[in-house]
């Protein structure tokens, strides 16, 4: 049996109200609340701290902040070899993306469909 499935028909069970009783809407059986198996989850997030993004800014060149992550590709306007990027799916679906680069140097813009 898995959890928040009818142990009966295997639809998905409706969100366990304040009773402890579900009832299927599929097969109208009635259960109580260990057909959700368990409820309690734990959940560890981590943070980037701001101090460690601010060190990194400043080693990139410092308070002009990139754009987004580097890459080392050469700007056509000034030979910089690092640039950032950004991506966008501005065409349909099963077309590629659009990549724009930013030079981290002297900020000019270019963009390139993948």
């Known amino acids: ?54 060190s990194d800014q400043a080693d990139r060149g410092g308070e002009d902040a990139a754009e987004g992550p580097i890459v080392n590709r050469q700007c056509p306007k000034c030979g910089n070899d690092q640039m950032s990027y950004a991506t966008l799916q501005l065409r349909s679906a099963d077309e590629g993306q659009t990549v724009f680069f930013t030079c981290t140097k002297c900020k000019y813009k270019t963009s390139e469909n993948s």
Do not use: R, W
């Not at 609340?33 to 560890?44: H, N």
């Open 1 to 54: 049996m898995d959890p928040g499935f009818c142990p009966d028909c295997g639809t998905v069970l409706p969100p366990l109200k304040s009773s402890s009783k579900v009832s299927c809407y599929n097969c109208q059986g009635l259960f109580d609340a260990s057909a959700f198996g368990t409820m309690e989850s734990e959940y560890t997030i981590h943070f980037n701290s701001y101090a460690n993004k601010k």
